[in-house]
Nanobody
C-alpha cells in the first residue's frame, strides 16, 4: 500500500523560509511525477509546483522565484523549499505522487495527509 508522509510545516514570520518533505513508500511501479498542492479553507486546492521523472519542474506563477521543488529519487522523497514566505502562502500543503506502469501507461495518484503552513507575524 502506497503511503506518503509529509513533514516540515509550521508557523513562520513573513519573509521566512520553510522546507517541506514528503516520503513515499510501498510503490510497485516507478514514480512518474511528484507534486505539491495547497488549500486554504473556502478555496479550491491549487497546484503549487511539480517535478517530473526527468527532473523538469514548474510552478504556480505566484510562487515562482520563491519556491523550489526537488526530489531525491533514491529516497523516494520530494521537497518543497519555500523562501520569502508571504501571509497569502498560508494553507495546508499536500504532496501528490503519480506512479506509472510503463507497460500500458496506466497511472495512479496518491496523496499525503497535509501539513499546515502559517505565515504570520
Amino acid at each position: 500500500q502506497v503511503q506518503l508522509v509529509e513533514s516540515g510545516g509550521g508557523l513562520v514570520q513573513p519573509g521566512g523560509s520553510l522546507r517541506l518533505s514528503c516520503v513515499a513508500s510501498g510503490m510497485i511501479f516507478p514514480i512518474n511525477a511528484m507534486r505539491w498542492y495547497r488549500q486554504d479553507p473556502g478555496k479550491e486546492r491549487e497546484l503549487v509546483g511539480y517535478i517530473d521523472s526527468l527532473g523538469s519542474a514548474d510552478y504556480l506563477d505566484s510562487v515562482k522565484g520563491r519556491f523550489t521543488v526537488s526530489r531525491d529519487k533514491a529516497k523516494n522523497t520530494v521537497y518543497l523549499q519555500m523562501n520569502s514566505l508571504k501571509p497569502e502562502d498560508t494553507a495546508v500543503y499536500y504532496c501528490n505522487v503519480e506512479i506509472m506502469d510503463s507497460t500500458d501507461y496506466r497511472t495512479w495518484n496518491y496523496w499525503g495527509q497535509g501539513t499546515q503552513v502559517t505565515v504570520s507575524s
